[in-house]
T-cell receptor
């Protein structure tokens, strides 16, 4: 079974520039998550989608971050404009949920490492 | 609010010796607890989970974890460590307040020496 795909794997930009990350979840997985992992910390949820709807975006800095999952499959996370503190690994995960089941395992992609100079 | 605490930044153990990586949790309602492992340059991998039932949970690669409700702990254990177990380990709790997102501890680096 193919895993969660993410691209690019690495990205270096200057502050105030824009950047976008792409995620393709495991086929059939209804739930998709974006996490931010700052060096030395555990991942922190940014946004959760159920199909093409947002379930939780309470920790997404909406003044600069946006995410979409228009067709309920792949997803894009954008940062505009980037700040130095956005340097982190951005992880995408998916799970096979048809509702808000709390027991399903999340599968993680390899992540995109963003460096903001 | 749900949270997990991993009191050790690093655990060092010799190959062949037993290992324990500690975790305590704070949740409202029933705890859904997980351990994930992160190898260098690789994605997070699921090791095991506790939802309900037997307090001793067995997972991948010979790891197990013991759920202790009175001590609110969920320590990860392995009877005999391998050098290849060296990685970053995260204790995780499911957010019961909104959605089904995971709340991660800060992680514990396990270093197994030969």
């Amino acid at each position: 079974e193919a895993g969660v795909a993410q691209s690019p794997r690495y990205k270096i930009i200057e502050k105030r520039q824009s950047v976008a990350f792409w995620c393709n979840p495991i086929s059939g997985h209804a739930t998709l998550y974006w996490y931010q992992q700052i060096l030395g910390q555990g991942p922190k949820l940014l946004i959760q989608f159920q199909n093409n709807g947002v379930v939780d975006d309470s920790q997404l800095p909406k003044d600069r971050f946006s995410a979409e999952r228009l067709k309920g499959v792949d997803s894009t996370l954008k940062i505009q404009p980037a700040k130095l503190e956005d340097s982190a690994v951005y992880l995408c995960a998916s799970s096979l949920t048809t509702g808000l089941s709390k027991t399903n395992e999340q599968f993680f992609g390899p992540g995109t490492r963003l460096t903001v100079l | 609010a749900q949270s997990v605490a991993q009191p050790e930044d690093q655990v060092n153990v010799a190959e062949g010796n037993p290992l324990t990586v500690k975790c305590t949790y704070s949740v409202s309602g029933n705890p859904y607890l997980f351990w994930y492992v992160q190898y260098p340059n690789r994605g997070l991998q699921f090791l095991l989970k506790y939802i309900t039932g037997d307090n001793l949970v067995k997972g991948s690669y010979g790891f197990e974890a013991e759920f202790n409700k009175s001590q609110t702990s969920f320590h990860l254990k392995k009877p005999s460590a391998l050098v290849s177990d060296s990685a970053l380990y995260f204790c995780v709790v499911r957010d019961n307040q909104a959605g089904t997102a995971l709340i991660f501890g800060k992680g514990t680096t396990l270093s197994v020496s030969s």
